[in-house]
Protein backbone atom coordinates (compact mmCIF):
# COMPACT_ATOMS: atom_id res chain seq x y z
CA UNK A 1 0.00 0.00 0.00
CA UNK A 2 1.43 3.37 -0.79
CA UNK A 3 2.10 6.07 1.98
CA UNK A 4 -1.57 7.48 3.28
CA UNK A 5 0.44 10.34 4.60
CA UNK A 6 1.76 11.80 1.87
CA UNK A 7 -1.19 10.63 -0.45
CA UNK A 8 -3.10 12.76 2.27
CA UNK A 9 -1.45 15.38 1.43
CA UNK A 10 -2.50 15.57 -2.16
CA UNK A 11 -5.39 17.26 -1.17
CA UNK A 12 -4.16 20.31 0.09
CA UNK A 13 -2.41 21.71 -3.06
CA UNK A 14 -0.82 24.93 -1.97
CA UNK A 15 -3.48 28.12 -3.24
CA UNK A 16 -0.34 30.11 -4.09
CA UNK A 17 0.27 27.43 -6.54
CA UNK A 18 -3.38 27.64 -7.97
CA UNK A 19 -3.28 31.35 -8.24
CA UNK A 20 0.30 31.45 -9.91
CA UNK A 21 -1.24 28.12 -12.23
CA UNK A 22 -4.32 30.53 -12.74
CA UNK A 23 -2.37 33.28 -14.05
CA UNK A 24 -0.28 31.08 -16.25
CA UNK A 25 -3.01 30.35 -18.29
CA UNK A 26 -4.79 33.59 -18.24
CA UNK A 27 -1.09 34.95 -19.40
CA UNK A 28 -2.02 32.33 -22.27
CA UNK A 29 -5.25 34.04 -23.61
CA UNK A 30 -4.58 37.72 -23.11
CA UNK A 31 -0.46 37.88 -22.63
CA UNK A 32 1.30 37.58 -19.49
CA UNK A 33 1.96 40.91 -19.34
CA UNK A 34 -1.30 41.86 -18.71
CA UNK A 35 -1.48 39.92 -15.76
CA UNK A 36 -0.99 41.37 -12.74
CA UNK A 37 0.46 38.41 -10.79
CA UNK A 38 1.27 39.18 -7.23
CA UNK A 39 1.25 35.49 -6.23
CA UNK A 40 4.57 34.17 -6.15
CA UNK A 41 7.78 35.21 -3.74
CA UNK A 42 10.18 35.03 -6.72
CA UNK A 43 13.24 37.42 -6.99
CA UNK A 44 12.45 39.73 -10.08
CA UNK A 45 15.93 41.75 -9.89
CA UNK A 46 18.27 40.02 -11.40
CA UNK A 47 21.58 38.70 -9.52
CA UNK A 48 24.59 40.61 -9.35
CA UNK A 49 27.29 40.53 -12.37
CA UNK A 50 30.00 39.45 -10.22
CA UNK A 51 28.24 35.88 -9.26
CA UNK A 52 27.95 35.70 -12.53
CA UNK A 53 31.63 36.73 -13.97
CA UNK A 54 32.68 34.69 -10.84
CA UNK A 55 30.94 31.43 -12.40
CA UNK A 56 32.52 32.02 -15.79
CA UNK A 57 35.67 32.29 -14.80
CA UNK A 58 35.24 29.33 -12.60
CA UNK A 59 34.21 27.16 -15.11
CA UNK A 60 36.82 28.34 -17.84
CA UNK A 61 39.96 28.09 -15.22
CA UNK A 62 39.30 25.39 -12.47
CA UNK A 63 39.72 22.18 -12.02
CA UNK A 64 36.41 20.17 -13.35
CA UNK A 65 37.04 17.29 -11.06
CA UNK A 66 37.09 19.89 -7.81
CA UNK A 67 34.11 21.73 -9.36
CA UNK A 68 31.65 19.34 -10.24
CA UNK A 69 33.33 16.33 -7.09
CA UNK A 70 31.07 15.74 -4.35
CA UNK A 71 31.08 18.68 -1.83
CA UNK A 72 32.08 17.27 1.86
CA UNK A 73 28.94 16.27 3.97
CA UNK A 74 28.97 19.78 5.72
CA UNK A 75 29.78 21.58 3.12
CA UNK A 76 33.26 23.00 1.64
CA UNK A 77 35.64 24.00 4.63
CA UNK A 78 36.64 27.40 2.86
CA UNK A 79 33.13 28.37 2.12
CA UNK A 80 32.14 28.02 5.48
CA UNK A 81 34.99 30.01 6.82
CA UNK A 82 34.29 32.70 4.29
CA UNK A 83 30.60 32.69 5.37
CA UNK A 84 31.44 32.89 9.33
CA UNK A 85 34.01 35.92 9.07
CA UNK A 86 31.12 37.47 7.08
CA UNK A 87 29.30 36.94 9.86
CA UNK A 88 31.27 38.10 12.10
CA UNK A 89 32.52 41.00 10.85
CA UNK A 90 28.39 42.18 10.19
CA UNK A 91 27.06 41.44 13.58
CA UNK A 92 29.84 40.98 16.12
CA UNK A 93 29.74 37.33 16.14
CA UNK A 94 31.99 34.73 16.90
CA UNK A 95 31.62 31.81 14.84
CA UNK A 96 34.09 29.49 13.53
CA UNK A 97 33.85 27.03 10.11
CA UNK A 98 32.44 24.50 12.47
CA UNK A 99 29.41 26.68 13.21
CA UNK A 100 28.10 27.04 9.68
CA UNK A 101 26.52 23.80 7.79
CA UNK A 102 25.88 24.45 4.13
CA UNK A 103 22.36 23.47 2.32
CA UNK A 104 19.73 24.02 0.06
CA UNK A 105 18.35 27.06 0.84
CA UNK A 106 16.33 27.97 3.88
CA UNK A 107 14.43 25.14 3.10
CA UNK A 108 17.04 22.83 3.74
CA UNK A 109 18.10 24.66 7.23
CA UNK A 110 15.28 25.01 8.61
CA UNK A 111 14.93 20.90 8.07
CA UNK A 112 17.78 20.15 9.73
CA UNK A 113 17.50 22.91 12.48
CA UNK A 114 14.56 21.51 13.42
CA UNK A 115 15.68 17.76 13.63
CA UNK A 116 18.57 19.02 15.49
CA UNK A 117 16.87 20.62 17.90
CA UNK A 118 13.82 18.47 18.61
CA UNK A 119 12.31 15.35 19.08
CA UNK A 120 8.84 13.31 17.91
CA UNK A 121 5.84 14.75 19.45
CA UNK A 122 7.95 18.10 20.84
CA UNK A 123 6.01 21.23 20.12
CA UNK A 124 7.32 24.28 18.01
CA UNK A 125 5.82 27.36 18.04
CA UNK A 126 5.64 30.36 15.24
CA UNK A 127 3.66 33.37 14.70
CA UNK A 128 1.31 34.17 12.07
CA UNK A 129 1.12 35.64 9.98
CA UNK A 130 3.62 33.00 8.98
CA UNK A 131 5.30 31.25 6.10
CA UNK A 132 2.79 28.20 5.02
CA UNK A 133 5.75 25.74 4.11
CA UNK A 134 6.22 25.98 8.07
CA UNK A 135 3.43 22.90 8.42
CA UNK A 136 5.41 20.15 5.89
CA UNK A 137 8.61 21.56 7.00
CA UNK A 138 7.88 20.78 11.16
CA UNK A 139 5.25 18.12 10.79
CA UNK A 140 7.22 15.51 8.61
CA UNK A 141 10.21 15.97 11.22
CA UNK A 142 8.05 14.21 13.79
CA UNK A 143 7.57 17.62 15.79
CA UNK A 144 4.16 19.49 15.86
CA UNK A 145 3.38 23.17 14.71
CA UNK A 146 1.23 25.02 16.97
CA UNK A 147 0.76 28.17 15.75
CA UNK A 148 0.54 31.51 17.56
CA UNK A 149 -2.88 34.15 16.21
CA UNK A 150 -1.65 37.48 15.21
CA UNK A 151 -1.04 40.54 16.27
CA UNK A 152 -3.06 42.64 13.59
CA UNK A 153 -2.23 45.86 14.86
CA UNK A 154 1.61 45.96 13.94
CA UNK A 155 2.46 41.98 12.95
CA UNK A 156 5.09 41.92 16.32
CA UNK A 157 3.64 39.30 18.48
CA UNK A 158 1.18 38.64 20.47
CA UNK A 159 2.85 37.81 23.74
CA UNK A 160 -0.16 37.23 25.45
CA UNK A 161 -1.34 34.57 23.81
CA UNK A 162 2.66 33.45 23.49
CA UNK A 163 2.99 33.34 26.47
CA UNK A 164 -0.36 31.11 27.37
CA UNK A 165 0.95 28.34 24.84
CA UNK A 166 4.36 28.02 25.64
CA UNK A 167 4.18 24.99 27.61
CA UNK A 168 6.76 21.85 28.52
CA UNK A 169 6.79 20.51 25.30
CA UNK A 170 7.89 23.93 23.68
CA UNK A 171 11.52 22.80 21.78
CA UNK A 172 11.68 25.51 20.04
CA UNK A 173 10.23 28.97 18.41
CA UNK A 174 10.50 29.67 15.16
CA UNK A 175 10.43 33.24 13.69
CA UNK A 176 10.66 35.43 10.76
CA UNK A 177 11.86 38.23 10.57
CA UNK A 178 11.69 40.32 7.88
CA UNK A 179 8.91 38.70 7.37
CA UNK A 180 6.76 36.48 4.84
CA UNK A 181 4.02 37.72 4.44
CA UNK A 182 3.60 40.51 6.51
CA UNK A 183 6.81 42.76 5.36
CA UNK A 184 7.05 43.41 9.20
CA UNK A 185 10.32 43.36 10.83
CA UNK A 186 10.31 42.79 14.25
CA UNK A 187 12.04 45.70 16.28
CA UNK A 188 14.38 45.65 19.02
CA UNK A 189 11.94 45.54 21.95
CA UNK A 190 9.76 42.33 20.41
CA UNK A 191 13.33 40.47 20.29
CA UNK A 192 14.30 41.32 23.38
CA UNK A 193 10.74 40.82 25.15
CA UNK A 194 10.61 37.35 23.27
CA UNK A 195 14.04 36.32 24.90
CA UNK A 196 13.42 37.63 27.73
CA UNK A 197 10.18 35.63 28.26
CA UNK A 198 12.09 32.15 27.03
CA UNK A 199 14.95 32.68 29.13
CA UNK A 200 12.97 32.64 32.04
CA UNK A 201 10.71 29.32 30.74
CA UNK A 202 13.87 28.11 30.17
CA UNK A 203 14.56 28.25 33.64
CA UNK A 204 11.32 27.59 34.74
CA UNK A 205 11.17 23.99 32.69
CA UNK A 206 14.62 23.05 33.45
CA UNK A 207 15.96 22.73 29.19
CA UNK A 208 16.28 24.93 26.60
CA UNK A 209 14.08 26.34 23.92
CA UNK A 210 15.56 26.99 20.73
CA UNK A 211 14.87 29.94 18.33
CA UNK A 212 14.98 29.05 14.88
CA UNK A 213 15.18 32.31 13.22
CA UNK A 214 14.78 32.04 9.54
CA UNK A 215 15.93 35.06 7.71
CA UNK A 216 16.12 34.77 4.20
CA UNK A 217 15.30 37.95 3.91
CA UNK A 218 17.65 39.57 6.32
CA UNK A 219 18.90 41.88 3.59
CA UNK A 220 15.52 43.65 1.90
CA UNK A 221 15.51 46.06 4.26
CA UNK A 222 13.50 49.21 3.48
CA UNK A 223 15.10 53.01 4.64
CA UNK A 224 16.06 53.47 8.45
CA UNK A 225 14.67 50.05 9.34
CA UNK A 226 16.97 47.68 10.89
CA UNK A 227 16.84 43.81 11.60
CA UNK A 228 17.93 42.86 15.20
CA UNK A 229 20.94 39.69 14.70
CA UNK A 230 18.98 37.19 16.95
CA UNK A 231 22.09 35.44 18.15
CA UNK A 232 22.94 39.25 19.95
CA UNK A 233 20.01 38.24 21.91
CA UNK A 234 20.02 34.88 22.58
CA UNK A 235 22.30 32.44 22.74
CA UNK A 236 20.75 29.56 21.93
CA UNK A 237 19.59 30.44 18.77
CA UNK A 238 20.15 28.41 14.61
CA UNK A 239 19.83 30.88 12.19
CA UNK A 240 18.61 29.66 8.93
CA UNK A 241 19.56 31.93 6.02
CA UNK A 242 19.35 31.72 2.27
CA UNK A 243 20.61 33.44 -1.07
CA UNK A 244 17.21 32.79 -2.51
CA UNK A 245 16.25 36.17 -1.69
CA UNK A 246 19.13 38.26 -1.07
CA UNK A 247 21.29 37.24 -4.33
CA UNK A 248 18.21 36.13 -6.23
CA UNK A 249 19.42 32.86 -6.85
CA UNK A 250 15.93 30.61 -5.56
CA UNK A 251 16.75 28.10 -8.47
CA UNK A 252 20.44 27.55 -7.42
CA UNK A 253 19.40 25.96 -3.70
CA UNK A 254 21.74 27.31 -1.49
CA UNK A 255 21.81 28.57 2.09
CA UNK A 256 23.33 27.46 5.69
CA UNK A 257 22.57 26.95 9.04
CA UNK A 258 24.61 29.46 11.52
CA UNK A 259 24.47 27.64 15.18
CA UNK A 260 25.53 30.42 18.32
CA UNK A 261 28.63 29.31 19.43
CA UNK A 262 27.23 30.13 22.92
CA UNK A 263 24.65 27.64 21.89
CA UNK A 264 23.80 24.41 24.53
CA UNK A 265 26.04 21.68 22.56
CA UNK A 266 26.91 24.20 19.83
CA UNK A 267 29.80 21.37 19.42
CA UNK A 268 27.78 18.67 18.12
CA UNK A 269 24.97 20.58 16.07
CA UNK A 270 26.55 21.01 13.07
CA UNK A 271 28.29 17.84 12.71
CA UNK A 272 24.11 16.41 13.46
CA UNK A 273 23.19 18.26 10.95
CA UNK A 274 25.82 16.16 8.93
CA UNK A 275 23.98 12.93 10.77
CA UNK A 276 20.54 14.11 9.51
CA UNK A 277 21.20 14.57 6.17
CA UNK A 278 22.09 10.94 5.83
CA UNK A 279 18.05 10.35 6.56
CA UNK A 280 16.47 12.93 4.69
CA UNK A 281 18.73 12.25 1.78
CA UNK A 282 19.80 15.90 1.58
CA UNK A 283 22.62 16.52 -0.29
CA UNK A 284 24.87 19.66 -0.01
CA UNK A 285 24.58 22.49 -2.10
CA UNK A 286 26.81 21.68 -5.81
CA UNK A 287 30.17 22.28 -5.07
CA UNK A 288 30.48 25.46 -8.22
CA UNK A 289 27.73 27.01 -6.50
CA UNK A 290 29.24 27.31 -2.73
CA UNK A 291 32.32 28.27 -4.21
CA UNK A 292 30.67 30.73 -6.33
CA UNK A 293 28.39 32.25 -3.68
CA UNK A 294 31.69 32.55 -1.07
CA UNK A 295 33.07 35.22 -3.59
CA UNK A 296 30.22 37.42 -3.23
CA UNK A 297 29.49 36.72 0.50
CA UNK A 298 28.93 40.76 1.35
CA UNK A 299 26.88 41.34 -1.96
CA UNK A 300 23.29 41.51 -2.63
CA UNK A 301 20.95 42.30 -5.72
CA UNK A 302 19.65 46.00 -6.32
CA UNK A 303 17.35 45.79 -3.12
CA UNK A 304 16.07 49.04 -4.38
CA UNK A 305 13.73 48.47 -6.85
CA UNK A 306 11.39 46.24 -4.36
CA UNK A 307 11.31 49.41 -2.11
CA UNK A 308 9.92 51.77 -5.10
CA UNK A 309 7.20 48.84 -5.50
CA UNK A 310 6.72 49.03 -2.31
CA UNK A 311 6.30 52.72 -2.02
CA UNK A 312 4.19 52.95 -4.85
CA UNK A 313 1.90 50.36 -3.93
CA UNK A 314 1.61 50.88 -0.15
CA UNK A 315 0.87 55.17 -1.08
CA UNK A 316 -2.37 53.61 -3.34
CA UNK A 317 -3.52 51.01 -1.05
CA UNK A 318 -3.75 53.80 1.83
CA UNK A 319 -5.52 56.60 -0.72
CA UNK A 320 -7.85 53.54 -1.70
CA UNK A 321 -8.87 53.39 1.95
CA UNK A 322 -6.82 49.90 3.19
CA UNK A 323 -5.90 49.23 6.56
CA UNK A 324 -2.21 48.47 6.02
CA UNK A 325 1.05 47.96 8.02
CA UNK A 326 3.94 49.65 5.89
CA UNK A 327 6.37 47.01 5.31
CA UNK A 328 10.10 47.21 6.62
CA UNK A 329 11.70 45.07 4.22
CA UNK A 330 10.96 41.86 2.29
CA UNK A 331 8.59 42.46 -1.38
CA UNK A 332 5.41 41.32 0.40
CA UNK A 333 2.67 43.71 1.78
CA UNK A 334 -0.08 42.30 3.34
CA UNK A 335 -3.20 44.28 3.93
CA UNK A 336 -6.42 43.56 5.56
CA UNK A 337 -8.87 42.70 2.17
CA UNK A 338 -12.35 45.18 2.08
CA UNK A 339 -14.84 41.66 3.03
CA UNK A 340 -14.28 39.44 5.88
CA UNK A 341 -13.59 36.54 3.79
CA UNK A 342 -10.29 37.12 1.76
CA UNK A 343 -10.67 34.16 -0.43
CA UNK A 344 -13.98 35.92 -1.68
CA UNK A 345 -12.06 39.25 -1.90
CA UNK A 346 -9.38 37.50 -3.96
CA UNK A 347 -11.56 35.49 -5.88
CA UNK A 348 -13.30 39.08 -7.27
CA UNK A 349 -10.03 40.46 -8.13
CA UNK A 350 -8.83 38.13 -10.75
CA UNK A 351 -11.67 39.29 -12.72
CA UNK A 352 -9.30 42.16 -13.08
CA UNK A 353 -6.57 40.74 -13.89
CA UNK A 354 -5.09 40.74 -10.27
CA UNK A 355 -3.86 37.83 -8.66
CA UNK A 356 -3.64 38.38 -4.60
CA UNK A 357 -2.99 35.45 -2.14
CA UNK A 358 -5.85 35.28 0.63
CA UNK A 359 -4.24 35.06 3.83
CA UNK A 360 -5.85 32.00 5.55
CA UNK A 361 -2.89 29.97 4.68
CA UNK A 362 -0.12 32.19 6.68
CA UNK A 363 -2.65 31.61 9.63
CA UNK A 364 -4.48 34.97 9.01
CA UNK A 365 -7.87 34.83 7.87
CA UNK A 366 -9.34 38.62 6.59
CA UNK A 367 -5.98 39.71 5.05
CA UNK A 368 -4.06 39.23 1.48
CA UNK A 369 -0.80 39.14 0.23
CA UNK A 370 1.11 40.78 -2.49
CA UNK A 371 4.45 39.91 -3.76
CA UNK A 372 6.08 42.64 -5.45
CA UNK A 373 9.16 40.81 -6.97
CA UNK A 374 7.64 42.17 -10.39
CA UNK A 375 8.65 44.79 -12.85
CA UNK A 376 8.08 48.42 -11.45
CA UNK A 377 6.88 49.59 -14.75
CA UNK A 378 3.60 46.47 -14.45
CA UNK A 379 3.65 47.69 -11.10
CA UNK A 380 2.63 51.26 -11.87
CA UNK A 381 0.69 49.70 -14.68
CA UNK A 382 -1.28 46.90 -12.10
CA UNK A 383 -2.55 50.30 -9.48
CA UNK A 384 -5.60 51.27 -12.31
CA UNK A 385 -6.70 47.63 -12.11
CA UNK A 386 -6.32 48.02 -8.39
CA UNK A 387 -8.38 51.20 -8.25
CA UNK A 388 -11.18 49.97 -10.50
CA UNK A 389 -11.53 47.16 -8.73
CA UNK A 390 -12.02 48.46 -5.79
CA UNK A 391 -14.36 51.56 -7.59
CA UNK A 392 -16.26 49.11 -9.05
CA UNK A 393 -16.98 46.22 -6.75
CA UNK A 394 -17.02 48.27 -3.46
CA UNK A 395 -17.20 51.69 -4.12
N1 LIG B 1 11.25 30.79 4.73
C1 LIG B 1 10.53 31.79 4.24
C2 LIG B 1 9.92 32.76 5.16
C3 LIG B 1 10.34 31.91 2.85
O1 LIG B 1 9.60 32.93 2.37
C4 LIG B 1 10.92 30.95 2.00
C5 LIG B 1 10.69 31.01 0.54
O2 LIG B 1 9.90 31.74 0.01
C6 LIG B 1 11.67 29.93 2.56
C7 LIG B 1 11.82 29.87 3.92
C8 LIG B 1 12.32 28.89 1.70
O3 LIG B 1 13.42 29.47 1.09
P1 LIG B 1 14.37 28.69 0.08
O4 LIG B 1 13.84 28.90 -1.28
O5 LIG B 1 15.70 29.35 0.25
O6 LIG B 1 14.41 27.27 0.48
Known amino acids: MISQKYKKM ?5 V ?4 SEFATERGKAIGYENVFDYSLGNPSVPVPREFTDVMIEMLKEKNPAELHGYSPSLGIPSVRKKIADSLNKRFGMNYTENHIFMTSGAAGAIAHAVRCVSDAGDEILTFAP ?7 YINLSGAVLKVVPPNTEDFQINFTLFEEMLNEKTAAVLINSPNNPSGVVYSEETIVKLCDMLKNKEKEYGHEIFIISDEPYREILFAGVKAPYVS ?9 YSYSKSLSLPGERIGYVAVNPACKDSEYLVSMCGQISRGIGHNCPPSIIQLAV ?10 SIYERNMNLIYEKLVELGFTCVKPGGTFYIFPKALEEDAKVFSQKATKYDLILVPG ?34 YG
Open 294 to 303: AEVVDLTSDM
Open 232 to 240: NYYDNTLSC
Open 130 to 136: FFPEYHP
Open 360 to 393: DSFGCSGYFRMAYCIDTEKVERSLAALEKFIKSE
Open 10 to 14: LEGKS
Open 16 to 19: IRQL
